[in-house]
């Protein structure tokens, strides 16, 4: 990827961003944000349900518009 992918596996973004936990995903919230070089979230999205994610075309034309 041209691109850095982070993973959270200490929930310490997940934390930074306050993104709630809840009872009916068990914990586990798909959530996707795009950073850009200067900090500023440019694209965010979170789900209640595993199956609700972008799609790679939505995050791709996010992508293409950063610098």
Partial sequence: ???AI????????FDAYDVASRAMSLGQRPALFVIDRAGIVRFDTVGTQQ???PTNEQV???LSTLS
């Fill in 6 to 13: 982070l993973s959270d596996s200490d929930h310490a973004v």
């Fill in 51 to 53: 199956w609700q994610i």
């Fill in 60 to 62: 791709l034309t996010v």
């Fill in 1 to 3: 990827m041209p691109y």
